[in-house]
């Protein structure tokens, strides 16, 4: 039998808290799942800093893609035997959601800001690279990683295999929404994924979803707007981000003025030069970073030892909220408080923006992006979602940014109270009422 | 106002996706949570390899700390006011609660047994020793780190108080079972303690259950069973412990042999040596032990790097039942057959049986043991649980050991078929049958 | 001790599926639960018809009252010390919160369309009439009927006690969403009450939410809005809604024509009057009314037969949209063929709107209506919610009616091919393209 | 097509708490559900009298039944095409299943002790008399109605077939468990379905478990055992059973001393007599009961009148503890004295014992009973579950009976002070201690 049909003689199934079970059958899933490089996924957080948040946080990747993998897998279930849907992409769009993530690396968010990456760069490298993923792939057809590489990096000719793994109600933030409500335990994140599966149809170059079924969308989109703003965006764990960021921001820079560190980081060299191979992006997961963290404590530079240890021990950074339309000079001023009193304000005094992140509950049509939502009338016809809903169409393609300051409280009330920058310094940033 | 009495200004909740909401109103526990060496917490899993079977067992052991202490919380607010509870002692419950397991390190089960190590010591050093957690406990109250550590330590004069942290149905217990089901996803673990929590009772040296609830602890016993059965006990995991096992083996053997490591094994010499300073002890989290194994991956060592790179990647040892009525002639056999085809059995062929274990679902009245459950019967009597529970009586003090023969399946594969010893090697482990 | 300072020896609970327990320690409290016609709301079904759509929704106003009750509890249990919280008011927002359905009749919704009832005024005379529960409210305070009969009136003196009762997001709407989404098993009506439940303020003369809170509070005014039209305004349960009604309409009809009923209709007889003593309205409860249905079934007049037939064995009517800009001219020919065909359109061709029903997931401000939802924001202002939610700005006010038009497809079906009105009534009715 | 082959054009669902959704496609079962017969178990409460106590357990026989056919139709989806599986047998199953509890009555348990009912008889004469269900089911095939009854009567010849419907873990028991917990909002209840579904296996004659399952089946039965103990013999529901056991009776007795009703009890009449038609049987449904029973508490009979009145408003009976050796002479004296106070002891002194109960939480191989469950071991040898689990061991085929004699408090309490009967009473009932 030809290795892409091989089948496992019993079926195996992962316990999983959100699906229940996640089945697999096919040997080339089953292959891949045990390649290093899709183990390393379980070294990497699902959310990045928000377990300093939410303790129950701690979910890895490995866990999110297994999810996405089970739930496309429940779809073309449902798929089998409609018109439009063609079996023979069954194993690539398996093989996509479960690889769709494995170019993360650790808290990629910041990596990313800061070293330039892109993690669908890296996915795709991995995919086609030397890898066991890739000589899995191999056997099922030469040019088969090329093609799962294609459906991810959303190139691929089949529109409808690319709208599973990636439109505005994927399988990706359908399981992402659950995985991390499920695991911070708030309230939110909860839909009808079981109607919503029932009622989505393959059409030529989309997933549609029959409009009976639209308030069980209303209700998913509702959730992702309630996880960005409760879970995503919150805060705290952008305080952590802001911190990871800049601790990231100064062993380059120390690097680059040829500090001579007490261990070297050989695992960030190229990171810090700007070229990273394959091999060493491989190599960087989160405890690696977290064991850098903890050796970089010790170093001599004040600054990336404090960072360090205010990670390490989540000593975080206060924040207030920021008013960008602060006066220049106001900012100016507090600057150069902050300089003055010893807290350098290029790693201390952190404007953050949660429009910076990764914002798009629901954005009908822009270009580039997702695919938006359609819904198939009973007269077959197709309207766009927010069209037809009342909610939906109310936060639309609504940027809403929130501006956030991030300072060490901790610095500020330690300064001695006849300093005279002291006052001043708790007026700009608004603290004296507080008292 | 005394700082064992502060309360803070607004009382702080943490989501908690088991209790829902952990409450902390008291100045002295939100100032321990903030500590260095309960924040290292967040870096040890709670399941150890338990996470390599059940993917969503992530969890640290930070969360479970925090939902010890909401329990106990939750108790003590139902004691209010109650004959036999002194309320004096209610901030000495949450702060034993809070800090029962800040000893633990990483892999706990496998570092303990390989290097002689006992965590409730180091519990106990941490809380005396020149920590953080210390010098919050002092400031309550000189003689109150030695309390906490009492209560641990159950040499404390108030029985009552260590049977809320230590006894068969303890505020500990009672968080994990439903904490690791609930990441676990396995559908035990579950029982009514709500309903537990109203039938505790005070009494002078215990806690006890009103009889009207026995139906509740009969629930909560069985769920203890299922969970050690379907989880602690999972021969999976169990395959990744005895791997993690010889690996931390392997590595004191290859110091101890004057081998020459690549990367210097800096945080595990005082290990090696078994001379563990409270420091040293501090600084080895799951992230610093998962940094060397990635790193010994490429050591020189043949056995040190397998090992490494089958427990990072997940190429766990295969298992069959063994019988620990093997003729030793037919054990000796395999073990020199082994020998032969370079496999060390030393590390290769691994006996591991599940009584030496923490087995203890249910045993009463067992020296040193936790106590038992008692009933409080309407005429005020006290009955030990298993003389009016069948079910739980079935089940208690049985000593069921579980033998299991561990060895890395793909190496017996690997043999030439030609080889004489691959034949013999498969009829012993029976592995002949099943082709 | 007086009555009102009662206490239980022993807190008795009930379980509740939604609220795991229900609490309750006083005295009156217990005493009220336990009076006749508290016990009626056991007979009368929470949803009306619904559980003809949704088979798990057989739940009753007893449950649901329970459920008031213990949400009440919970949130002066949260008042307790606080500024502005008078606790002289507990008993009275206790009993209020468990009585203020108490005046609900079978299917109330029919009946009080076609009988011309207020189910409030009945709640009131239960109230304030001869009855178990004045009788109980009396022995706390000759005036203590009155003041209950008030606050579910809305006419109160003490506002802030009113809009625990009765507002925008009160005791009641929170428990019938969360008690109505379980039993019907949707995964709609799920939000977090508990934090609702911490971020409740009492001011002077008001129940606000702290802002903080304001997301949570969007996801209870999203589970109203799904709830509606998934559940409440469900076009089935509302078919069976509209026979129920026309069985009422056409039974008093008949008694009007002064038809000799096989069966007397002895319940009924002062409802058909528009005289309905007290003691009538108790004595009719949801079995009596299907006893009568049932009996109806074999009177002789064929079409209160017929209705009773398909209510009792749920052949329901079939439904289309209803266009409500029909040309008069067709409606009146519709109407006329129906005629003809021996279908009296009076009982056999209803067109039912959506916007007759309590519409009301969200309308600030109204004339006459509860009170809008008011957040507190940090620097102690009151804002509306609508003016701080898009999301719930996006779904105020709007009416939104759905028209659908009601006959039975069975009958229409039933006409002979040949009968040229057929093909008529089908064009009209929109069926023919169907097939 | 035939009429057993077809199948609906699109697949009906029917939402349900516990399975999520019921799925229809058969045109045979979708004509089953709209059939009259079945309908009227929304009418037949599923636990009886137990809303009393629980006040959630207010759920219908059509819940369950659809649970129950849910069931066996997703347990035959996954025997598709195993060996021993004949699939011809799938839409038999399907009735079955669905249609197992047709002939239950209102409350029957009571109907059948006192009116020397059988409800299985009932539900064949149903499948095989003038009824909607039996043209229905004579479409399929003439012999089909027969061999439905022969299924659901356990004298069909294929074994295989009856055990899906009626063994020891058949689809009736694991819908009830989980329904009823769900419904009571108890925490017992709940175990593994999903993994179960996923371990049987079809053997020639009977469904087998897979031995690796084991675990899951004793969770099964401990469920079963604390369902049992927790809810299904609870007191407060027996209580009442007592108390509507004893209505019937009087009514019964009435009847036979020719007393004149005031409202003649034309549906019990052949009841009484002892020749209850399938029509007569049919009409009684728990509506028609309660409305007697609403009427009866005005009838003259002051102990018709009293128990009527009891149960509408539950006034129940209260219980104590009943020693079943207690000496005849003493039992004689609390009658007599019972007698003398004017309580007649035959409505008012009530011993019942829960052994008279269904109690068979797990009782292998006993003659008659249902079949025992077996495991299927790795060497395909089918052991009996009780041989291989120490729980289900210690529980099966013990006889716990538990005897409470039920009596009026609220009548003796009223009794005169002065009255001598009363404090020996007291005495005897053991209730003096209690002051």
Redesign the interface.
């Known amino acids: 039998m030809a290795y892409k049909d091989e089948q496992l003689n019993e079926e195996k199934?992962?316990?999983?808290?959100?699906h229940?079970?996640v089945h697999v059958k096919d040997r080339v899933i089953w292959d891949l799942i045990?390649a290093?490089e899709f183990?390393r996924l379980?070294?990497i957080k699902q959310l990045g800093t928000s377990?300093l948040t939410?303790?129950?946080a701690?979910?890895?990747r490995?866990?999110h893609s297994?999810g996405v993998y089970e739930i496309v897998r429940r779809i073309l279930f449902n798929f089998e035997g409609r018109e439009h849907w063609n079996k023979e992409q069954r194993l690539l769009c398996l093989c996509a959601a479960l690889l769709h993530d494995l170019g993360h690396g650790p808290f990629s968010h910041s990596f990313e800001k800061v070293f330039k990456l892109d993690h669908e760069e890296f996915t795709r490298k991995i995919i086609l690279g030397n890898t066991e993923v890739n000589h899995i792939l191999q056997r099922v057809d030469k040019g088969f990683p090329q093609k799962v590489a294609d459906v991810i990096n959303k190139t691929y000719e089949d529109k409808l295999v690319i709208s599973l793994i990636s439109s505005q109600i994927d399988a990706d933030r359908m399981d992402y929404l659950q995985r991390d409500a499920?695991?911070?335990?708030?309230?939110?994140g909860?839909?009808?994924m079981?109607?919503i599966l029932?009622v989505m149809r393959p059409l030529e170059d989309q997933v549609v979803i029959k409009s009976s079924g639209m308030?069980?969308v209303?209700?998913y989109i509702?959730s992702r707007?309630?996880m960005y703003?409760?879970v995503y965006f919150h805060p705290v764990s952008r305080s952590a981000e802001v911190i990871l960021s800049k601790i990231l921001h100064r062993a380059k820079d120390l690097y680059q003025q040829d500090y001579t560190f007490s261990l070297k980081p050989t695992h960030f060299l190229s990171f810090f030069t700007g070229d990273v191979s394959l091999e060493d992006y491989l190599?960087l997961?989160?405890?690696?970073v977290?064991?850098y963290f903890?050796m970089w404590a010790d170093e001599a530079d004040p600054i990336l030892s404090d960072l360090c240890v205010r990670f390490?021990?989540?000593?975080l950074f206060k924040y207030i909220e920021f008013n960008p339309n602060l006066q220049m000079e106001e900012w100016m001023e507090l600057y150069s408080l902050f300089e003055k009193a010893g807290m350098d304000p290029e790693y201390y005094l952190v404007v953050d923006s949660s429009s910076d992140l990764p914002y798009d509950f629901y954005r009908p049509g822009e270009e580039g992006e997702r695919l938006p939502i359609h819904l198939l009338m009973p007269n077959q016809e197709l309207k766009e979602l927010s069209r037809q809903s009342?909610?939906v169409?109310?936060?639309s393609g609504?940027k809403r940014t929130d501006h956030k300051l991030y300072f060490p409280m901790d610095f500020v009330e330690a300064l001695p109270d006849d300093e005279p920058e002291k006052a001043r310094i708790e007026t700009l940033l608004g603290l004296s009422q507080e008292k």
Not at 13 to 18: L, M
Not at 182 to 188: I, Q
């Open positions: 199934v992962f316990k999983d808290p959100v229940r079970y045990s290093a183990q379980r070294r377990y939410f303790h129950g701690e979910h890895s490995f866990n297994l499920y695991f911070t335990g708030v309230s939110y909860h839909f009808d079981e109607r029932r308030h069980a209303e209700d509702m707007y309630q703003w409760q190599r997961d989160e405890s690696i977290l064991y903890q390490t021990n989540r000593k009342d909610i169409e109310s936060i609504k």
